[in-house]
């Protein structure tokens, strides 16, 4: 019932910079938070960063001061800005939202992750 969108992932060089973004679209009564988390291969999936509904954020330690969430509330879009790139920063970056579907009088909640997209950072 509701679906994730991510882009703008790609190649980029050590020191470059990304950003990412992700739609959510659907039967969306409410989102509380939405947050990205990323994957390595061989390694487990991560959080990034996560951001509420009254703006609030949480970011992994080892990130902050380089990577910064962002949230359009009316466009239901999520962004994560990613400077001073590494190539341990190379994984697939999922997007998720949890909130609610329905209508006031009708409504249940969602977990949702999008499709992931590839960051390569690569000289």
């Known amino acids: 019932q509701v679906q994730l969108l991510e882009s703008g992932g790609g190649l980029v060089q050590p020191g470059g910079s990304l950003r990412l973004s992700c739609l959510a679209s659907?039967?969306?009564?409410?989102?509380?938070?939405m947050a990205w988390y990323r994957q390595a291969p061989g390694k487990q999936r991560d959080l990034v960063a996560i951001?509420?509904?009254?703006?609030?954020?949480n970011y992994a330690d080892s990130l902050k001061g380089r990577f910064t969430i962002s949230r359009d509330t009316a466009k239901n879009t999520v962004y994560l800005q990613m400077n001073s790139l590494k190539p341990e920063d190379t994984a697939v970056y999922y997007c998720?939202?949890?909130?609610?579907?329905?209508?006031?009088?009708?409504?249940?909640?969602?977990?949702?992750w999008g499709q992931g997209t590839l960051v390569t950072v690569s000289s």
């Open positions: 998720n939202a949890k909130g609610s579907v329905g209508n006031p009088w009708s409504n249940s909640p969602f977990d949702t």
């Open positions: 659907g039967r969306i009564l409410s989102i509380n938070t």
């Open positions: 951001i509420s509904t009254d703006g609030n954020t």
